[in-house]
T-cell receptor
Framework: KQEVTQIPAALSVPEGENLVLNCSFT??????LQWFRQDPGKGLTSLLL?????REQTSGRLNASLDKSSGRSTLYIAASQPGDSATYLC???????????????FGKGTHLIIQP | GAGVSQSPRYKVAKRGQDVALRCDPI?????LFWYQQALGQGPEFLTY????????KSGLPSDRFFAERPEGSVSTLKIQRTQQEDSAVYLC??????????????FGAGTRLSVL
C-alpha cells in the first residue's frame, strides 16, 4: 500500500520568511502529485498539480517540485503572509499494476502558522 | 454550479441510524470521488465513479457503506446503521478529464458527520 508522509507536522514562522514543506512517498509508480490547502472547517483547495513527466510547477509565490526517483516533493512558499496560514496537504495518484488508478493517497498535512 | 456542492454541511445521527450524504459535482465533470477525513488526518479514499459507473470501491470500510451515481451527475453516499467510528468529515471531489494523470480534483466543503 502506498504511503505519503509529510514533515514537519506543524510549522510556525514570522511573516516574510521563505519556507519549504516536505512530502515523501513510497511508490514511484505515480501519475501525479497534488498540493492542497485546507482552511479550518473548509474543503480542500488545489494549489498545484505536477504530472509524473514534470519536475516542477509554479503559481505566484508557490513552487512545487517532484523527484520520482527519490520519492519526494517539496512546496516552496516565498515571502510568507499571515493569509498563508492553513494546513497543507500533499497527495499522490498512484498506478495499479494494470495501469489504472483509484483515488488520491494523502499525507496527514503540515499545519502552517505565519506570525504577523 | 460554480463548485462542488455537498449537503448537508453537518449531520448528527444517533448510533444505528442510516444517513445519506449528497454531492453535486461541477457540471460536466466525468469523475467523482468520495473521501473520509478523520480529525487531524488526511482524507482517505472511499470510492470513485466515472460517469455512472462505480470503478473502484476498495476504500469503503464496511458493507454498511454504499455509494451511487445513477445518472452520472449527483452522487449519494449512504451509511447504514451508523457507528461512532463513522464520525468524520466526508469529502466529495470531481474532475473533468478521463485521463487521471492530468486531472485536478476539485473538492466540496464536506459533510461533518457526528454519530452519538
Amino acid at each position: 500500500k502506498q504511503e505519503v508522509t509529510q514533515i514537519p507536522a506543524a510549522l510556525s514562522v514570522p511573516e516574510g520568511e521563505n519556507l519549504v514543506l516536505n512530502c515523501s512517498f513510497t511508490d514511484s509508480a505515480i501519475y501525479n502529485l497534488q498540493w492542497f490547502r485546507q482552511d479550518p472547517g473548509k474543503g480542500l483547495t488545489s494549489l498545484l498539480l505536477i504530472q509524473s513527466s514534470q519536475r516542477e510547477q509554479t503559481s505566484g509565490r508557490l513552487n512545487a517540485s517532484l523527484d520520482k526517483s527519490s520519492g519526494r516533493s517539496t512546496l516552496y512558499i516565498a515571502a510568507s503572509q499571515p493569509g498563508d496560514s492553513a494546513t497543507y496537504l500533499c497527495a499522490g495518484l498512484f498506478m495499479y499494476s494494470g495501469g489504472g488508478a483509484d483515488g488520491l493517497t494523502f499525507g496527514k498535512g503540515t499545519h502552517l502558522i505565519i506570525q504577523p | 454550479g460554480a463548485g462542488v456542492s455537498q449537503s448537508p454541511r453537518y449531520k448528527v445521527a444517533k448510533r444505528g441510524q442510516d444517513v445519506a450524504l449528497r454531492c453535486d459535482p461541477i457540471s460536466g465533470h466525468v469523475s467523482l470521488f468520495w473521501y473520509q477525513q478523520a480529525l487531524g488526518q488526511g482524507p482517505e479514499f472511499l470510492t470513485y465513479f466515472q460517469n455512472e459507473a462505480q470503478l473502484d470501491k476498495s476504500g469503503l470500510p464496511s458493507d454498511r457503506f454504499f455509494a451511487e451515481r445513477p445518472e452520472g451527475s449527483v452522487s449519494t453516499l449512504k451509511i447504514q446503521r451508523t457507528q461512532q467510528e463513522d464520525s468524520a468529515v466526508y469529502l466529495c471531489a470531481s474532475s473533468l478529464f478521463r485521463n487521471l494523470a492530468k486531472n485536478i480534483q476539485y473538492f466540496g466543503a464536506g459533510t461533518r458527520l457526528s454519530v452519538l
